[in-house]
């Protein structure tokens, strides 16, 4: 499927940032990792894209092929990030057939909506081991590679002749930190992917190796919101008063944010999270006391109906 480029590259990168290097994405055919892998290529770089359906990842890999004419990118279906053993020989395989791994976007994941009253131990455990433990085994079969691409494209902060390289992304949700019904099994597995990047970033920091979590909001048109969200336009609305921002995200604003830490204008960026949501995370205590989001901001009005203990004065200028 050809996507056009404005789907998924802002206009503000420069063609060819990317020349010669090599990304490794486990669930690179998926709605949000497919289209930073889009955006890597489109810059010049080659691509191994992972994922358990043989047909989907091979598909994808084409598909992404296309967005730039010269291009190699490597679809390894049947592998699943469970299983060290066979990530460990597709990122093998990725250095065998395209040279290399500079860098890495541990992007699998699984996701359902369940209280916990209906989620059984086993239902708990597969995503605790799709997102933390596949993270964390993405992670050990890409780190020899990604420490080689650090030692040959060095980090030093002023301007690099020959790229950037060994960098390494985890995808995450913002759950944990605010706690999330339906999602007990979710919040856990994220909050343990955070905290495998926070310690590459300490343990591998020293070997020129960065590790950032990108953590996407609500982000129209994917995988993830068909799972988490539904569909009626009622829902919707309700959902994206939630946003500050007033709106779901586009994918092309995850692939922005990772071209940004993959570039030389991400280089002391290390142990960090960018959340990507428009500021939903933080609307938590927004509804408290009553007023509706953002409704009592749009409108201008007085806050009125509670104990306040202002003397006089006009409340200022309105919006
Ligand atoms: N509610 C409650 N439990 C559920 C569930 C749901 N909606 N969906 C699956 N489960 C339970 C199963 O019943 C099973 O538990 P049990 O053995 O006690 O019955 C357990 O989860 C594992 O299910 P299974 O289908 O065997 O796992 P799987 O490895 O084949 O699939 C999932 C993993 C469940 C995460 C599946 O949804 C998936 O493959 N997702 C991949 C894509 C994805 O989620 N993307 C989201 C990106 S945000």
New binding site residues.
Partial sequence: MSVPREKYLSPVWRDGIFKDKVLFCTGGA?TICSMQVRAFVALGGNACIIGRNLDKTRQGASDIASVRSGSYVLGIGGVDVRDPKALQAAADKCKQELGGIDFAIAGA??????PMA???P??FK??MD?DALGSYNTAKAVMPYLIESAKKHKNTGGIAPTGTGGRIIFLSATFHYTGMPLQAHVSAAKAAVDQVSHAISLEYGPFGITSNIITPGPIAGT??ME?LAKSDEKSKVRSMKRVPLGRWGETKEIADATVYLFSEAGSYVNGNTLVVDGGQWRVGGADMGGWEYPDFLTSGGQVEGVKSGRKGGDGGSKL
Avoid at 109 to 114: I, S, W, Y
């Fill in positions: 998926g994941a699984g996701n359902f909506l369940a209906q989620l059984s086993n239902a597969t995503v799709i995988e993830g799972r």
